[in-house]
């Protein structure tokens, strides 16, 4: 048992106020937290009995019907005070000495859960703000290859990421522009800070604002509350802006003074916030020929390439397709659970003779589909030919078949599907090797009845 003093020393201390009654009502203890939230004084409370001053309140009705009662509330009889109480009748060898009860007062329980709801929203825009955030995922030990070509890539952008300028990646599809970004900010000052990544051509034009700079609640039909944008997302990281080479030109105008002020507001709202952010920008488009035909801002163009980074095709590197394969099969062998040792000397020339339209991207994908069904350890010529179908025209015409052209043209593309993948991304491959619009691309699926999951 805790002695008596103890006892009362807590009932002193604690926040909640206490009051006690004997079997008949009357008063026999409040605490001061009692007379703290009532105003009413201990010796005026305790001449009172329950049933008189209050007969409908917690307390007189956990006397009265012998039953606990919870989350009342009302006003403290003889008070203002409104409280939410909950009443117990003591009881003690079944029988009844009084009843107690303990309240809050209700600006106080509203005080907390204005703090609950305030917290639980930091808490939710945190998650969202964490759920956003990535970290770089590769380094230059994932870039593989050591043709001179590749090489003076990875030595210029090892020298850039050591500063904070900003880096243009230019090269066709597939040519490892977002590994290179990612290796870039690895390396640099910054790599503890966020990675953030954005593919400007991914988004459609009236969201694409909104999703750079984030916008205030209200700004527009449905922005319910507050978002945070991915130059926020990236503040004193890095911001990879990918496909930047689509983006509209009033975006550019938008992103041009953000790059040049370091500063930027959200749409919908009138403050300016300073931003510390590097920039890594990538297309496989032409800039230079956008700037000539108006599509893209010379001044944006001068002030993304301070440090400009050309990858090669894989076309112009095959020295490095011995290590490529290898590093593939290793990767491939452990996500496959197969033990294939490597390729033959036809097929590694098979592939030197390609002309990979779709670069490293497209060689994961010709050897992971070959890998998933392949029974022996070594990968043949035989192997590749399904796979390469695209890049050996001599064959397909050696076989003297004659079909009707757009019989040819469906085969193509389902093909050229099967190779690059039936989802949006692949699509877009399969449309790039094809030289035709994506739109292009849907059309003739359509217009051929090809089969693909996405259609
Ligand atoms: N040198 C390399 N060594 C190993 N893997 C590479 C190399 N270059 C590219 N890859 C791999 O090829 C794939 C495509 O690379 P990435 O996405 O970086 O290309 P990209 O140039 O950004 O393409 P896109 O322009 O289509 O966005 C990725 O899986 C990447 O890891």
Redesign the pocket.
Known sequence: MLPLIMISAILDSVQEAIEVTDPQGNIIYVNPAFCRITGIPFEVRTKENIYNISPDGALALALRTGKPVSGYRTKVGGSNAEVISNAVPIIVNQETLGAVVIFQHITDIIKLTDELKRSTSIIRDLSTKFGQVTESK?TFN????SSPA?KDCIKIATMAAKSCSTVL?L???????????HAIHHASPRREKPFIAI?CAAIPDALLESELFGYVRGAFTGAMKDKIGKFELAHSGTLFL??IGDMNLLLQAKLLRVLQEREFERVGDTRTNPIDVRIIA???RNLKHLVREGKFREDLYYRLNVVEIV?PPLRERTS?LVE?TN?LITKLNRKLGKKVTGLTKESLNALRSYNWPG???E??NVMERIMVSLEAQELTYKDLVPHLGICLPVQDSNRGEIMALDHLEKQMIERTLKICGHTVAGK??AA?LLNISLATLYNKIKKYHILTSNN
Request: negative net charge; charged residues 25%; hydrophobic residues 35%.
């Open positions: 590769y994932h870039v593989i290859g590749l990646l090269g066709e599809s597939g040519t490892g522009k977002e590994l290179f970004a593919n990918d496909e990538a297309t496989n990858l490095d490529l590093y670069n490293i991207r060689l994961e877009k491959q790039f």
